[in-house]
């Protein structure tokens, strides 16, 4: 029979663990992380745009699309009649 005690003590252990962990990624996610003001610069400073930190970069360049210029269409491949 397996003894309530040494399973006791492994939960345990597991779960003060993951709380260690849970309290060191938010103690870096306080220090690292920039929630102010941020500066963008594309292209080595052709175009600047100021947005507020914390977002992925990504999402970021996304939401700001709107007011940038659209690349223009790509030309059609080879022996290809149309481009959708």
Known sequence: M??????????????AIAAALAVLLAAA??????????RISIN???KELTVDG???LLS???????SSPR???AAAPAGCASWP
């Not at 397996?2 to 779960?15: D, K, M, N, S, Y």
């Not at 970021?60 to 709107?66: F, I, K, M, P, V």
């Open 29 to 38: 996610d306080a220090t690292i992380a920039n929630y102010g003001q941020v």
């Open 54 to 56: 914390g977002r992925a």
């Open 2 to 15: 397996f003894p309530i005690g040494a399973f006791l003590i492994g939960v345990g252990t597991a779960a």
């Open 60 to 66: 970021t360049l996304t939401a700001e699309a709107s």
């Open 71 to 73: 690349p223009a269409a």
């Open 44 to 46: 080595e400073g052709s």
